[in-house]
């Protein structure tokens, strides 16, 4: 049997003259960050004091003893990286075994009876990058930093929410593999489904050791019951196996996650008794996926259609967790995933500047059945074509297409982020003047790869992309859109102007939470313009983009942070909301929304919905609302007449039969006119009611509104901007109940806070991090009408509950968390 040795301990990594300890999987900021010879990046602005770390050459070591390589009772021992970052060479006892240049590939080495000091060598990624530019020429891209002449994570090299961290190191687990006779090389399972029978058809290659060459060795693999077994005298094997009445993997919201272990073994059918070599185990699930990409009279469509049903995908844009990506434990990303299934995201694109992550990633949601779209790593670059870079690409492609396929949740493989719309419409193709920029790797290299070895999984060759040259790649109406027209420089309500086929990238920025920034920037002064702020702001004109957000709605706040904060993040989670709302009324020709982003790799102000120290923003909350299966919506009228459109959105799989009250009020809350509607909306459709007359108020009212309510959903127009309203002055009374223990057994405890209105209270909005920094709310904005009530409920409230909150009628700690919209 294989024997695998861990080799995690026992690192060195060198240092002016010096031995720190190295801890793998890591990288060199890590390691200096842990000896105290860095500050943290992370903090104020020490990013830019370790700017030297990615312009430097490092050096990891540790011992191989001869015990562990010597040919004894295996013939074979292997080195195997997992991951390493990204141009070194190793060496054992000055013996070199191998070079390598790609961040995103395994490397296996036969250091059998080789043994004395193992060293890792990498040369500084700047100086990797500037070797192969010399050999391929100039290319454009967005960024100044030289990305696309290294396959290693883009963003190491900074983004516009990222900082420039540009990392080297082992950052993957790393063991001695010892075996005989022959070893599981390459493990394929096709899985697919026919007539309700689940059928995996598993290519098997194997490697041999000398010895091994000619011998009859036998295969035996298992799944849901079925088995299959196979002989093999060579080096490659087809085994099927089929499973009757399969039940079916479901994306979340349609049904069922069911998981079966696949399991393969290699045995020695030569020896007196069968002897087991090799074994190879992944969870699989049965179902089918297809793109349906048809022409009809709105252009090209773009529809997720899983198991034979079409669905409108509710999705979210991934970027690496931390710029550090060797910190991101299975429960981190577990933790974050699950904080996506529970704000009503199906699915989760892998964006092209990060990583292929690991396989805990992917093993999260196989089981909350979220969808994974997956970019092959190219990103806001034209990339050369020429070697080093060509060879390395599809070695990556091979690798991480056969690492990941055996995932059910895995439901596409696109091309790059963002470059087929460069190339065309950022000048870059006048100044390659016809050199080669990556068009080869998505129209060719990429799409045949998928073909060789993933057949059953549908490509698409770019996000954006249009399908072919005869439209724009960021066509709105053919294909895959980004919306970024908007953020950059319009309102909010310019989303609802055009229905895009599928959008694949939109957003709005916001700050993170308080706590957050108290936290990243210690002792500074908070501003919209402080330093700290500024730098923690890493999109052209962000804070400009921001301010103008906020003025388009509301007088801008003067010296008055906490209020800026406020108003940043409801325009954020209002921005989204509207491109969300109007997009899925118009499903099916609209057929998904991916939101730009879930996450952040670090304190930042961005388009994130959870910032960089994992608390949500009110865009999470937001999601929560706009993502559930069943929605109610007012649309806006378009332009200067009609009135607004009320769509009930239901995405469940019964039908939504709902009386819907709708009332015009006055801005004291008194009524002009209600009427109810009977309203059916069968599964997975909307219907659009027709809003009576008397209902709408007209479009210049500064003091009346439109409020729509079915179900315990709520959807509200106000005419005119909230700075041009007849906002009343805020009054609600605030009761904290008794304080009781956390229900998740994490030793904190939790309290429900109610909130009466005696008037409007539009967006009411409880920060719980000002409570506590583990304090986290149960909901996000809230509109009361005069008389009713919120309740939200705080958990993670640490030590005595009662100095954290003032329990009982005295609210007033309670009070400075809430914030609400406010006469102007």
């Given at each position: 049997m294989k024997d695998v040795i861990q080799l995690s301990e026992g690192w060195s990594l060198h240092h002016d003259g010096t031995r720190l300890p190295a801890t793998v999987p890591g990288c060199v900021h890590t390691d200096l960050l842990a000896a105290g010879v860095i500050p943290d990046p992370y903090l104020g602005r020490n990013e830019q004091q370790v700017a030297w770390v990615g312009h430097r050459a490092w050096t990891y070591t540790r011992d191989l003893a001869a015990d562990d390589t010597a040919p004894g009772f295996h013939e074979r021992t292997d080195l195997v990286f997992d991951g390493l970052d990204t141009a070194a060479v190793i060496t054992v006892d000055g013996r070199e075994l191998g070079r390598t240049r790609n961040m995103h590939r395994r490397y296996r080495f036969d250091v059998t009876g080789v043994h004395g000091g193992l060293r890792v060598d990498f040369a500084s990624a700047y100086d990797e990058a500037a070797s192969v530019r010399a050999l391929t020429g100039e290319r454009p891209g967005v960024y100044p930093e030289p990305l696309q002449y290294i396959r290693k994570m883009a963003c190491n090299f900074g983004w516009d929410w990222g900082p420039t961290l540009v990392t080297a190191g082992i950052w993957r687990p790393v063991r001695l593999e010892r075996w005989s006779t022959a070893r599981l090389a390459r493990v394929r399972p096709l899985v697919t489904v026919a007539d309700g029978e689940g059928r995996v058809e598993l290519h098997v290659e194997l490697e041999r050791t000398a010895r091994g060459v000619g011998r009859r060795l036998a295969l035996r693999a298992t799944v849901a019951g079925a088995e299959a077994r196979a002989v093999v005298d060579g080096e490659h094997a087809v085994l099927h196996l089929r499973?009757?009445?399969a039940a079916l993997w479901w994306p979340r919201g349609y049904g069922e996650?069911?998981?079966?272990?696949?399991e393969l073994t290699l045995l020695d059918q030569a020896a007196d008794q069968a002897r087991t070599l090799d074994s190879w185990r992944r969870r699989i699930g049965f179902r089918?996926?297809?793109?349906?990409?048809?022409?009809?009279?709105?252009?090209?469509?773009?529809t997720f259609v899983v198991n034979g049903v079409r669905l409108f995908a509710r999705?979210?844009?991934?970027?690496?967790?931390?710029a550090f990506p060797s910190r991101v434990t299975p429960e981190r990303y577990r933790t974050r995933l699950r904080?996506?299934?529970?704000?009503?995201v199906d699915l989760v694109r892998i964006w092209g500047g990060g990583i292929y992550e690991d396989d805990a990633f992917y093993d999260a949601c196989?089981?909350?059945?979220?969808?994974?779209w997956q970019d092959f790593l190219f990103a806001c670059a034209a990339y050369p074509e020429e070697q080093p870079l060509r060879g390395e690409v599809e070695a990556e492609a091979r690798d991480n297409v056969v690492r990941l396929m055996p995932h059910p949740s895995l439901v596409l493989w696109n091309g790059n982020n963002e470059n087929l719309w460069g190339f065309r419409d950022w000048d870059w193709e006048p100044a390659l003047a016809g050199d080669s920029w990556g068009g080869g790797y998505y129209l060719d290299l990429l799409p045949r790869v998928v073909a060789d070895l993933d057949p059953t999984r549908p490509y698409t060759a770019g996000s954006p992309w249009s399908g072919s040259w005869e439209h724009h790649p960021n066509d709105p109406a053919h294909g895959t859109h980004h919306s970024w027209e908007v953020w950059n420089r319009r309102d909010y309500a310019d989303y609802r102007a055009s229905v895009p086929r599928f959008v694949a990238e939109f957003g709005w920025q916001g700050p993170p939470a308080m706590t957050t920034l108290r936290r990243a920037l210690p002792g500074e002064r908070l501003a919209p313009d402080s330093p700290g702020m500024l730098h923690h702001q890493k999109a052209e004109d962000g804070a400009g983009k921001l301010n103008r957000g906020i003025a388009r709605h509301f007088t801008p706040p003067e010296d008055d942070f906490d209020r800026w904060h406020y108003l940043a993040q409801l325009v954020q989670a209002r921005a989204v909301a509207a491109g969300i709302e109007h997009w899925r009324a118009h499903w099916p020709v609209c057929a998904g929304t991916v939101v730009w982003q879930l996450n952040?790799?670090?304190p930042v102000s961005s388009w994130a919905a959870i910032d960089g120290d994992g608390r949500p923003k009110p865009l999470y909350h937001e999601l929560r609302r706009v993502y559930a299966d069943r929605l109610l919506t007012l649309l806006p009228p378009a332009g200067d007449a009609g009135a607004p459109t009320l769509a009930v959105v239901n995405q469940s799989a019964e039908p939504w039969h709902t009386p819907v009250r709708l009332r015009r009020l006055r801005a004291d809350g008194s009524t002009v006119q209600e009427t109810v509607l009977d309203v059916t909306a069968a599964p997975r459709s909307v219907v659009r009611p027709t809003v009576p007359d008397d209902l709408v108020p007209d479009r210049r009212s500064a003091k009346e509104f439109l409020v729509a309510d079915a179900d315990g959903h709520r959807a509200l127009h106000f005419p005119v901007p909230d700075k041009d309203f007849a906002h009343p002055a805020p009054r609600y009374d605030v009761?904290?109940?008794?304080p009781a223990p956390s229900l998740d057994g994490d030793g904190g405890g939790s309290v429900e806070v109610v909130v009466t209105a005696q008037t409007l209270v539009r967006d009411l909005l409880l920060q719980a991090d000002r409570l506590g920094p583990h304090a986290v709310c149960d909901s996000g904005l809230r509109t009361l009408l005069p008389g009713e009530r919120a309740r939200f409920r705080i958990s993670g409230l640490t030590g005595d509950i009662g100095t954290s909150v003032n329990t009982g009628t005295d609210a007033n700690a309670v009070r400075s968390a809430l914030f609400c919209v406010e006469p102007h």
């Open positions: 499973v009757p009445e996650q069911p998981l079966h272990d696949l089918t996926v297809e793109i349906d990409r048809s022409r009809d009279e709105h252009g090209t469509g773009f999705g979210v844009n991934w970027i690496p967790d931390d904080q996506a299934a529970e704000a009503g196989d089981e909350l059945g979220l969808m994974v952040d790799c670090w009761e904290v109940g008794a």
